[in-house]
């Protein structure tokens, strides 16, 4: 159920994410764009205005930023994401679908 690392820090596992939520901060397709020094417009990079409900291994449940999720699952973020339809989505378009074509080798 508990993880601990080297320096003795506790880690609970995630059991499955059960649910996913968008707040006002999230950026819109629209406002997702800026300029980049030559000129050209870039996504921004950005995991702002996401949540998800993580069921952990313990029977708990807590909602959980978006960046915190990415960094410590990011495959099994990505294949949520990619289930629910909200992969074009801002957040995700960066990254997602290049995490899923790599995952053999984070792995």
Known sequence: LLQVNEEG???????EI???RKTNAAL?????????????QR???TTKGWMFLVQWKDGSSNWI???DLKDSNPIATAKYVVAHKIVEDPAFAWWAKEILKKRRRIL
């Open 28 to 40: 819109m397709r629209e406002n997702c764009w800026k300029p980049s020094k030559n000129g050209q």
């Open 43 to 45: 996504m921004r990079r």
């Open 9 to 15: 820090r506790k880690h609970l596992l995630v059991e």
């Open 18 to 20: 059960v649910g996913h």
């Open 65 to 67: 930023p978006l960046k």
